[in-house]
């Protein structure tokens, strides 16, 4: 029999990704078959991987000359979901998140169902008319997964213990029921109140879950252990649950699953700001934070790098280039950008016109650094928007663009979604010079952008069809454009170089510290392994 554990949470951003992550590579470096699962997921942190008949060797693309990519092959699942079959050492497919919502503004969200992609609806009519068919696909999936490994790492979704949905939880409540799976709770405790709230989520689970629950980890703690063993004591006692670690307050790195770890739209938040490399060394690559921003962790790789800052900024904030401004804690002071990178959107259009209201197209025209635009941020950057089903407006409605490059995007019925290389030719953009070869990622998109004929000639293509360069404005629809190393050094030296700033290198990551293994460090070392029983505790 398979075994599932079920990584469920008090709230939402409690940790559970992160457990889910480390418990998966602390198995597999043990010898464990193991796959990680999440029935329903809410996130525009996507990832593209292949469907289950593509992993077993269905693949009919080999045969395909069609410039689209083969749709029984490549679907999307959440980033987490990604990860942790990263660290379990697994092919991750659609089956470890046969369910994701991609949330796009007023109450809809896109339906992507075992990795394909349906129409958008609003959480009513989701309930009432896929609720049916999302159960069916989850339990599907999990099936296939259940059939292949020896252990099964389910991640919970928001809270367990919302009464309200109990009903019609797929994460959380039908999954620990189809799968027959323990419980592994976790509460943070930053956020205050842990105690209660896991009191009060125990209290609320139905008979049948509470049952299941084997144990409770508090997170993201900052201080000394022993000020807690009497609240420990007592909830235990109250409840019969016990506690079986404290994990330390601390980042292993994970990409994040959704916005909720970004600033909100009003506030500027920085990533990467706390390497110790002094601000005269360091670059600041501005990211203006789109209400409907998603794949954000594309920004992940440049703030990880030594000396550069990734300021998520709101989108009527000033870009000042002239000179280093002054340390503000006014969310909408002039920001000392070296660099802007446009994210991707699930709205592109809806989040175009929020760019114009805000005056954001003035204050990039007058930026004169380097300018990336990845996927949503490349239509962005464009001169305008056609078919874009502006309410009210048909189906033929154009949106001005910001007018950076001359390319136009029209949005169409279907869906881009694969795995993708692309030549890399460093000679073509002053952004990439030096760089060469290949580079890796994945495409997710539903328009297709073209170069305006009457001015073609200004245009080069640094990498590949997919993207279109005019001096220091680069745009492209390659997702994980940055975590190739090559690209990401040459555009770090350029912005470097373009900024007069004498950045410090890193000379490679030491063995054993991918951000995978670090989270199965935090777990290992802070949790009680051995009270989940085999083979947890082997």
């Known amino acids: 029999m ?6 469920a949470g008090t709230a939402s951003h409690v940790g559970k990704s992160t457990v889910a992550a480390g418990l998966c590579r602390l198995l597999a470096d043990r010898g464990v078959s193991v796959a990680p699962f999440k029935g329903q997921n809410m996130s525009n942190n996507a990832r593209v991987v292949v469907r289950p008949e593509a992993a077993a060797g269905d693949d009919r693309s080999d045969t395909d000359e069609s410039d689209e990519p083969d749709v029984d092959k490549w679907g999307e699942i959440g980033v987490s979901q990604f990860v942790q079959a990263r660290a379990a050492r697994v092919t991750p497919t659609t089956d470890c998140n046969p369910v994701l919502l991609k949330p796009r503004g007023d109450g809809e969200s896109q339906l992507v169902l075992q990795g394909r992609a349906h129409e958008h609806v609003p959480a009513g009519r989701y309930y009432e008319e896929f609720w049916d068919e999302a159960r069916e696909a989850a339990e599907e999936s999990y099936r296939r997964l259940a059939a292949d490994h020896d252990v099964i790492v389910a991640e919970g979704a928001g809270s367990i213990g919302e009464i309200n949905l109990h009903d019609r939880d797929l994460a959380n409540v039908e999954t620990a029921q189809f799968a027959d799976a323990d419980i592994l709770l976790l509460v943070d405790i930053e956020r205050g109140g842990a105690f209660a709230s896991l009191y009060g989520t125990i209290e609320l689970l139905p008979d049948s879950l509470r049952e299941r629950v084997v144990g409770a980890v508090i997170t993201k703690f ?18 019969g649950v016990p506690i079986l670690g ?10 994040e699953e959704d916005s909720v770890g970004l600033p909100s739209k009003s506030e500027r ?29 594309d920004l992940e790789a440049l703030a990880a790098a030594p000396g550069v800052s990734v300021a998520f900024v709101p989108v009527d904030a000033e870009l000042a280039t002239e000179e280093r401004a002054t340390a503000s804690t006014d969310p909408l002071a002039a920001v000392d950008a070296d660099a802007i990178v446009l994210p991707g959107t699930k709205n592109t259009v809806d989040d175009l016109l929020a760019l114009h209201e805000a005056g954001f197209a003035d204050a990039l025209a007058a930026f004169d650094g380097p300018i990336v635009g990845v996927c949503g941020g490349y239509q962005l950057l464009g001169e305008r928007i056609t078919n874009a ?43 990439l010079s030096g760089a060469d070869g290949t580079a890796s990622g994945y495409e997710i998109h539903a328009g ?63 063995a054993g510290s991918t951000p995978y293994d670090r989270a199965a460090e935090l777990v290992g070392e802070h949790v009680d392994l051995e009270a989940l029983g085999p083979p947890f505790d082997s």
């Open 269 to 297: 938040g920085v990533l990467g700001d706390d390497d110790g490399v002094p601000d005269e060394r360091r670059l600041t690559v501005a990211v203006p934070r789109l209400p409907r921003i998603s794949n954000a962790t």
């Open 222 to 239: 900052r201080g000394d252990r022993s000020l807690l063993e009497p609240g420990i004591e007592e909830i235990e006692s109250k409840t």
């Open 389 to 431: 089903d502006l309410e009210g407006t048909g189906d033929d409605a154009v949106v001005e663009g910001l007018g950076l490059l001359p390319v136009e995007t029209r949005f169409e019925g279907t869906k881009r979604v694969e795995q993708t290389t692309v030549p890399v030719d460093g000679s073509a953009s002053p952004l």
């Open 448 to 510: 297709r952008t073209r170069v305006l004929e009457e001015k073609a000639q200004e245009i080069v293509r640094p990498l590949g069809d997919s993207s279109a360069a005019h001096g220091r404005v680069l745009g492209t629809y390659l997702h994980g454009l940055f975590d190739n190393e090559a690209v990401r050094t040459a555009f770090l030296e350029a912005v470097a170089s373009e900024a007069g700033v004498d950045r410090p290198r890193r000379n490679g990551e030491t």
């Open 2 to 7: 398979t075994r599932t554990l079920l990584v």
């Open 246 to 255: 404290v994990l330390p307050y601390d980042d292993p790195g994970l990409p």
